[in-house]
């Protein structure tokens, strides 16, 4: 990336004013390039003049000047400005910008993809929805947040699996397999109360006239305790299999989904609690077993085993964790609801306890999804009065506009879903604007074959010369940097962004220049430049989970 080019250059300079003494052998800092927001300051700024100021008892000005003097030529820095307090601006040659095409012609939808995490394992578990009924809206956010994350963390050389952690043990199992159980014996004209506690929604009707066509009263005669047993399990199995299907529309398909109950089957509990104890982090209270938070700056400690001997929900996430580490992975990924925000300290507490780097662990809060229709919003589901599911968001407006507007924001703000503007084709529409760019290269890539322009030959970059096609290009250009970005900030918000930008600029330049000409020459530049951005475009999108269509 060329602003890895430029930290090199600056290093380089830095080094031989030290060499030549016009600095002081001082310790060079973290060189900080950032693109400037308005153009005429040029394509790339850093500050490092101002840090060095001080260390050095110059002028930042003067610093500047030190740097700027040592620099040297370079083909891909057309000039050096200093600017304001002490500012270095570069302004990058076009020669720069015809390399780029050059990169995107050689390495199609793999230009920006880097060996950077080569030989990292990374596990992002993400969803872990329980297995009692539909997934709403907000799994869905964490759905295609979890899997764009994966995708960009394989963009960037980790590898990368991704996993579901299956919530099903405990009481909110016994409670699903007694409601079922309930509805189904309604169902067959027994007046029996339903549980308090039973969940209401219609999804459990569902379940249980689906039971009730293929079993008729089978299970009339059996014990209460065996009918929920067994509705328990065929129950669950069918709600698991609906949400493998419903993250299918979503394009999400997991490497890996690990059953909360095995770690009880297996004694993983018992077994993480006991190595705890060894290390001197667990004791026995008031009939509970507690785990020593505190001994990691947490304000209190926590329960593990109640005092009526049931394990709590933490007691198995810290088996589950122990688990995960012990598979090897170098960071774990976890993206919890923001309702989860106040367990992260005892989670990270817990991983040291097991003796790994708090760092090691990674968690992810996400803040909630409003649904709107035209601006109002939608309280409920039209079909069942009860809430809207992600199956019927998927199926009203599709996995695209589903996949990006839940990408648009950062994770750690609420985001705003309009389904109206989800739907429209328009260009109000980010997701059709977007897709729409690249379904017109597409069109334009035809036109071109039908007119004979050959792109397999060498193409003269240097035809392109007016603004609008280098800032396209510049805009391509970005690509790596954006990716490189999400990767390290586990931000996705900007890609939706870039993928706009990419579009607005491509739309900018087709409307300013015209691409096929008597010019021969230029029509093939012009038409090079039309194809490396339908490569980037679809790479993006790839990214994101989001079709590329040829039409539209």
Wanted: glycine share 8%; aromatic share 10%.
């Amino acid at each position: 990336m060329i602003n890895e080019r430029l930290d090199e250059l600056i290093r380089k300079a830095l080094l031989q004013a030290q060499r030549e003494e016009r600095l002081p052998a001082v310790e060079i800092p973290q060189i900080v390039l950032e693109r400037p927001r308005e153009k005429a300051h040029g394509d790339w700024a850093t500050n490092i003049a101002m840090v060095l100021a001080g260390q050095a008892k110059m002028l930042p000005r003067a610093v500047a000047q030190v740097i700027s003097d040592a620099l040297g030529d370079d083909k891909y820095i057309d000039k050096v400005e200093i600017a304001g307090p002490g500012f270095i601006n570069f302004y990058l040659s076009n020669e720069w910008l015809y390399e780029v095409l050059h990169e995107i012609e050689g390495k199609g939808e793999e230009f920006g993809h880097s060996t950077a995490g080569q030989g990292e394992r990374v596990q992002v578990e993400f969803v872990s929805a329980n297995p009692v009924g539909p997934m709403h809206i907000g799994h869905g956010r964490w759905a295609a947040v979890g899997d764009t994350l994966a995708n960009v963390l394989t963009a960037r050389g980790y590898d990368v699996e991704r996993e579901f952690y299956i919530n099903d043990f405990g009481n909110q199992m016994n409670i699903f397999g007694k409601s079922v159980a309930t509805r189904y014996v309604q169902l067959l004209g027994r007046d029996i109360p339903f549980p308090e506690e039973g969940y209401q929604g219609e999804y459990i009707r569902d379940i249980a006239r689906e039971i009730s066509a293929a079993e008729g009263d089978a299970y009339m005669d059996v014990a209460e305790s065996e009918r929920e047993s067994l509705f328990l399990e065929r129950s669950y199995k069918q709600v698991l299999e609906h949400l493998k299907e419903t993250l299918e529309k979503m394009g999400v398909v997991f490497d890996s989904w690990f059953s909360e109950r095995e770690l009880h089957a297996t004694s993983a509990v018992d077994k993480a609690i006991a190595g705890l104890r060894e290390s001197g982090y667990v004791y026995e209270e008031d009939g509970a077993v507690w785990f020593k938070a505190t001994a990691f700056g947490e304000e209190k400690d926590r329960v593990l085993i109640r005092a009526n001997g049931e394990p709590t929900y933490f007691a198995a996430d810290i088996a589950y964790h122990k688990n995960k580490l012990e598979r090897g992975f170098d960071r774990l990924i976890n993206i919890w609801g923001a309702d989860h925000h106040g367990y992260i300290g005892r989670m990270k507490a817990a991983v040291q306890a097991l003796g790994y780097p708090a760092d090691k662990l990674e968690i992810i809060i996400g803040q909630l999804v409003n649904l709107l229709r035209h601006g109002e919003p939608v309280r409920m589901s039209k079909r069942t009065g009860e809430m809207v599911t992600l199956d019927e968001l998927l199926e009203e407006v599709g996995r695209d506009a589903v996949r990006f507007f839940f990408l648009m924001r950062s994770t750690d703000s609420p985001l705003d879903f309009d389904i109206e503007l989800a739907k429209e084709q328009s260009n109000e529409n980010p997701v059709y604007y977007v897709q729409y760019a690249h379904a017109r290269i597409s069109s334009i890539v035809r036109f071109a074959e039908a007119e004979d322009i050959d792109l397999s030959g060498d193409i003269d970059y240097r035809r392109l010369e007016t603004e609008p096609e280098l800032d396209l290009i510049r805009k391509l250009a970005e690509w790596p940097e954006v990716l490189e970005r999400a990767a390290r900030q586990r931000a996705l918000h900007p890609l939706t962004a870039y993928a706009q930008e990419l579009a607005a600029a491509f739309h900018f330049f087709y409307t300013k220049c015209r691409v096929v000409t008597e010019d021969k020459e230029l029509s093939t530049a012009r038409m090079a430049l039309c194809d490396a951005t339908r490569t980037v475009l679809r790479g993006v999108l790839t990214v994101l989970g989001v079709a590329a269509p040829e039409r539209m």
